[in-house]
């Protein structure tokens, strides 16, 4: 079980991480209310699929999910959005954000806090990393009534790997988020490994 994801929605709490086995890393879900017991309900994207989070609202009636499939020959690593009636079975996938080559996050990237509604759109803290494998944090807005459609995004990282747990260790050079915590004053606090 690696990089959880938490959305609430209504009063339950919705936990997307990545299932690796022998079989190979993919998306699995889980729910709880308490924290203390959980009902799993086993893998949602095929492999390799990662980087998934989950719209704390629905979209036309439909759950709506940020993804990353993982292309080996074809294909940019990049994040995709899918759409689900029960959010376990899903569906409508398409890319939306892309890698921007000479960019910051011109190697890849993928989500990492769920998104969260803002006066202009709902607000996705996402990761790209450069082709030399450098993670860093970047935003971008999404439309209010179209999750498919990115208004804008990032064209500097809010932040980059600076400090020495940040820059060396097993795997050097990567700031990641998994999560932020949204405060009615508006507030975000974000946390990142």
Request: glycine fraction near 10%; include cysteine; aromatic fraction near 10%.
């Amino acid at each position: 079980m690696e990089d959880p994801r938490i959305t609430r929605i209504a009063d339950t709490y919705w936990i997307t991480y990545k299932a690796v086995s022998e079989a190979g890393i993919t998306t699995a879900l889980a729910e709880t209310t308490d924290f203390a017991t959980f009902t799993r309900h086993g893998v949602i994207f095929c492999p390799e699929n990662l980087d998934v989070v989950l719209f704390p609202e629905r979209s036309n009636g439909q759950y709506t999910a940020l993804t990353r499939p993982v292309g080996r020959n074809i294909g940019l690593p990049a994040i995709w959005l899918a759409q689900s009636p029960d959010l376990i079975h899903w569906g409508g996938h398409r890319p939306v954000l892309s890698p921007r080559p000479g960019m910051w996050d011109g190697g890849r990237v993928g989500s990492s806090c769920a998104p969260f509604r803002t006066t202009e759109g709902w607000l996705e803290i996402y990761h790209g990393a450069s082709p030399k494998n450098r993670y860093c944090v970047g935003a971008a807005l999404i439309d209010a009534d179209d999750p498919g459609k990115v208004l804008a995004r990032s064209s500097d990282p809010l932040m980059q790997p600076e400090a020495p747990y940040e820059t060396e260790g097993f795997f050097g050079h990567v700031v990641f988020p998994c999560g932020a915590d949204v405060r009615p004053d508006g507030q975000v606090t974000m946390y990142y490994g």
